[in-house]
């Protein structure tokens, strides 16, 4: 292992790196164990991150207020991953299209848009407060760990705590059994995206404010694999109906770990990939054999 690891400049790094596919992985949590998948969190991602910087340079000339322009760049990236999150939702519950087919489809829809719109380059922020805001940091700890911690102790309150939680874990367990307990099951899935969606909006708006700026061909790849990885790798059943918020925290942790790792061994980005995909495969089998 090399001596740098456990340096706390590093450590500091994978914490920081992991928040931003932990966050989507929060969201994601909800949508497996409601026995859904989402694998257009990438694109959309991207498609978010372009939109908040394209309202930011749009509106700063007009308002000359970095704060509020900020303020509202959040806002509509935001609301926009929620929008997006909400068409997929719509699809699968009232369209009666497989999760899969659907967030395929948009996988790709969404990264054609965002390729359209930036015209397959870098779309560069004009509001400098952007820039700072996402490197920024409270008491050492930086913004986006502050987030994604926070989110993860608030939706953790949600699936112990609420109604929802309870009947999100009934609708993955059963869907009929569900239904003939007068649970809206259609809603209750229609959330999950939903929120799935303002999470992805929530981590677009934050990894942009890391490099104040967006590739739009490059931002989000792959993010879904992650996502999944940490979701499943933290205990959370493939074929929905239990799983835990913290253990995703805790996924995306070990996740974070194996690619600083293999960073530092020097295998090729090209390969990390297979890593990734043996790790969810593993992690499945081991659920499995359980059950």
Not at 28 to 39: C, N, P, Y
Not at 175 to 195: E, G, P
Request: a positive charge; one cysteine or more; charged letters at 10%.
């Amino acid at each position: 292992m090399s001596p740098y690891f456990l340096k706390l400049q590093n450590l500091v790094n994978i914490v920081r790196q992991v928040s931003y596919t932990g966050i989507i992985g929060l969201g994601m949590t909800f949508v497996i164990i409601s026995a859904g998948i989402d694998l257009s969190v990438g694109s959309v991602l991207a498609f978010t991150g372009a939109v908040v910087i394209l309202t930011m340079n749009a509106l700063l000339p007009m308002l000359q207020s970095e704060v509020l322009v900020l303020a509202l760049g959040i806002i509509a990236g935001v609301s926009v991953g929620a929008c997006a999150g909400a068409f997929n939702g719509l699809m699968i519950t009232r369209g009666r299209i497989a999760p899969f087919i659907v967030t395929l489809g948009t996988m790709a829809i969404f990264r054609s848009l965002t390729l359209y719109i930036g015209d397959a380059g870098e779309i560069q922020s004009r509001n400098a407060l952007y820039g700072s805001f996402g490197m920024g940091s409270v008491l050492g700890i930086p913004v986006p760990v502050i987030v994604f911690l926070g989110i993860a102790l608030v939706l953790h309150l949600v699936l112990n705590n609420t109604r929802y939680g309870r009947y999100l874990c009934a609708v993955g367990s059963n869907q009929r059994v569900a239904l003939f307990s007068a649970i809206d099951v259609d809603r209750i899935r229609f959330y999950a995206y939903t929120l799935t969606g303002a999470l992805v909006g929530v981590s677009a708006v934050l990894l942009g404010s890391r490099f104040n700026a967006v590739s739009t061909s490059n931002m989000g790849l792959a993010f879904e694999l992650d996502a999944i990885a940490a979701v499943i790798i933290g205990g959370t059943a493939m074929s929905g109906g239990r799983g835990t918020i913290w253990g995703t925290v805790w996924g995306g942790l070990i996740l974070g770990i194996i690619n600083n790792m293999m960073n530092m061994v020097g295998v090729s980005p090209y390969l990390q990939g297979t890593v990734k995909g043996l790790v969810i495969i593993v992690a499945v089998y081991v659920q499995r054999q359980k059950q």
